[in-house]
């Protein structure tokens, strides 16, 4: 019967813990001002001297010039790895540069929501929910709209003009994930049955993909 209540009182105390305990749905809160560069690690990342970091380590030229559209899109970006002064603070900057008609293929962000505005010109956007429905916006210069976290999403310039995106998360290191390039390019590769499995097609069409990544 002890052993009974002690499982008893168990079983309430995670409970009621589980309703109270706080949970976060971002990256953790700033434990301090900054962390820049070098020295000890927080967040994977190392930590300057306090008294070393300067105005320059808060500052970055990243998303200064349009990238190569020669592809349909150049994404350049503004994380942690290039700019370790966002260490800790939680957000980051893409610069997105569409040649008309260029399409940001279809991906998504493990770590962070994504917030987009449309600089320039004409953009049609969408993401997929968990429940696979589609939220599909045309959006102008001046438009935002929003991703959540971790669902599929894609982006395409519809006009015949170049077209430039700024996308901010709310994370020093979104993570993207190429669905395309996840599936066909891995190293080393998912086995063709599985993909043909998933896919629906026969592992001849699954080597005829993989030979295009
Ligand atoms: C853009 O990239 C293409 C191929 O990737 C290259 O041929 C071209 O020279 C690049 N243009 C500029 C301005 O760098």
Redesign the pocket.
Same mark, same amino acid.
């Given at each position: 019967m002890a052993i009974h209540r002690a499982v008893y009182g168990l079983l309430l105390t995670t409970t009621i813990l589980a309703f109270f305990v706080p949970f976060s749905t971002a990256d953790p809160d700033n434990l301090q001002d900054f962390c820049n560069l070098k020295i000890s690690r927080v967040n994977g990342f190392a930590c300057k001297p306090t008294e070393s970091v300067t105005t320059s380590d808060f500052f970055s030229k990243l998303l200064s010039t349009p990238g190569? !559209?020669? !592809?349909g899109v150049s994404i350049t970006s503004a994380n942690v790895l290039g700019f370790p002064g966002l260490n800790t603070l939680g957000v980051s900057l893409i610069r997105l540069d569409f040649a008309p008609r260029g399409i940001a293929a279809i991906h998504y962000h493990p770590r962070a929501s994504e917030i987009i505005f449309v600089v320039e010109g004409t953009v049609n956007v969408g993401f997929v929910s968990t429940g696979r429905k589609l939220f599909l916006q045309t959006l102008n210069k001046g438009e935002v709209f929003v991703f959540p976290q971790g669902l599929v999403h894609f982006q395409r310039n519809i006009g015949d003009t170049p077209a430039t995106v700024l996308a901010a998360f709310n994370s020093q290191l979104q993570g993207t994930v190429l669905i395309p390039q996840t599936l066909f390019a891995s190293t080393p590769e998912i086995p063709d049955d599985f993909l043909a499995n998933g896919l629906r097609i026969d592992t001849e069409a699954v080597q005829n993909i993989k030979k295009k990544f």
């Open positions: 190569n !559209t020669t !592809t």
